[in-house]
């Protein structure tokens, strides 16, 4: 079993910042894939960013630009800088992570952007 435990969202003005993290545990082995995904009311969850084992990082389009993932193998962290946020950035971002056992998924952290 794989525990995914999401930190670091909140309330942010915009054209603010902040940075979510993301710690696994549990049964863990290499994960191909950890990254994070959103979802805003009545919409489907979006890729925001993603990165490989190996450094390779893919953002979706709204991240381009702005927002930055990193990732620590050996702490199995996952974390993602956000800048110039703006109020269409509110949803709840999930992290999520993907070895041969499957995909795993956060309970969620609600970032919201409004003044």
């Known amino acids: 079993q794989v525990q995914l435990v999401e930190s670091g969202g909140g309330l942010v003005q915009p054209g603010g910042s902040l940075r979510l993290s993301c710690a696994a545990s549990?049964?863990?082995?290499?994960?191909?894939?950890m990254g994070w995904y959103r979802q805003a009311p009545g919409k489907q969850r979006d890729l925001v960013a993603r990165?490989?084992?190996?450094?390779?990082?893919a953002y979706g389009d709204s991240a381009k630009g702005r927002f930055t993932i990193s990732r620590d193998n050996a702490k199995n962290t996952v974390n993602l800088q956000m800048t110039s946020l703006n109020p269409e950035d509110t949803a709840v971002y999930y992290c999520?992570?993907?070895?041969?056992?499957?995909?795993?998924w956060g309970q969620g952290t609600q970032v919201t952007v409004s003044s």
């Open positions: 999520h992570a993907k070895n041969g056992y499957g995909d795993f």
């Open positions: 549990g049964r863990i082995y290499s994960f191909w894939y």
């Open positions: 990165i490989t084992d190996g450094g390779s990082a």
